[in-house]
């Protein structure tokens, strides 16, 4: 079975500092799409990042980047200056056709 | 950000009751989703559309059903609402290109009493 783990259920963060947040997954397909979506308190889930696994080169979009390791299956989030405006529950997800398989998430806190 | 919504946005409503969640969005996306949300945050498939009248079970059971009779709509019923019903429900779709990114609604926030 295709699944996707997030090992941290929660993590927190100091202002403008960088944190990374762990996903993995598991799949024997060669060709998908990987996704990081947040989701703030009360408020609709957005995309903030989209790697294609036949891609070398690692996703960026403003501070936010991943490491994506496709033979260890791994696909981090690293946040660079971290803002009061990332706190949110942040899903990796994986997607081999066209469902997505969802982690777990790992709850970012932001301490000012 | 993506044109999709979803109405109503909080529901409160008696056992036994029928309702009907709607989802509509604006970029011709021929996919569409329904995802239950449960309290610990955790995302579960429940139902999917390839296109106009193609509908598809999710990997989690659901008493509820849906229907898919124009591009930009996709309904979703519950015939009979009961308490193991609360959640948050949340709608996407995708289209071509862009790695079929799901873009969602805000979600539906239902409560049954």
């Known amino acids: 079975a295709q699944t996707v783990t997030q090992s941290q259920p929660e993590m927190s963060v100091q202002e403008a500092e960088t944190v990374t947040l762990s996903c993995t997954y598991d799949?024997?397909?060669?060709?998908?799409?990987l996704f990081w979506y947040k989701q703030p308190p009360s408020r609709q889930m957005i995309l903030v990042i989209r790697?294609?696994?036949?891609?070398?080169q690692n996703a960026t979009e403003n501070r936010f980047s991943v490491n994506f390791q496709k033979a260890a299956k791994s696909f981090s989030l690293k946040i660079s200056d971290s803002q009061l405006g990332d706190a949110a529950m942040y899903f990796c997800?994986?997607?081999?056709?066209?469902?997505?398989?969802f982690g777990k998430g790992t709850k970012l806190t932001v301490n000012p | 950000e993506a044109d999709i919504y979803q109405t109503p946005r909080y529901l409160v409503i008696g056992t036994g009751k029928k309702i009907t969640l709607e989802c509509s969005q604006t970029?011709?996306?021929?996919?569409m989703y329904w995802y239950q949300q449960d309290p610990g945050m955790e995302l579960h498939l429940i139902h999917y559309?390839?296109?106009?009248?193609?509908?598809e079970k999710g990997d989690l059971s659901s008493e509820s059903t849906v229907s898919r009779i124009r591009t930009e709509h996709f309904p979703l019923t519950l015939e009979s609402a009961r308490p193991s019903h609360t959640s948050q429900y949340l709608c996407?779709?995708?289209?071509?290109?862009?790695?079929?990114?799901?873009?969602f609604g805000p979600g539906t926030r239902l409560l049954v009493l």
């Open positions: 996407a779709s995708s289209g071509p290109g862009q790695g079929q990114t799901q873009y």
């Open positions: 799949t024997s397909e060669s060709d998908y799409y």
């Open positions: 790697q294609e696994a036949y891609k070398q």
């Open positions: 997800a994986y997607r081999p056709f066209w469902v997505l398989v």
């Open positions: 970029m011709g996306h021929d996919k």
């Open positions: 559309s390839y296109g106009v009248n193609s509908t």
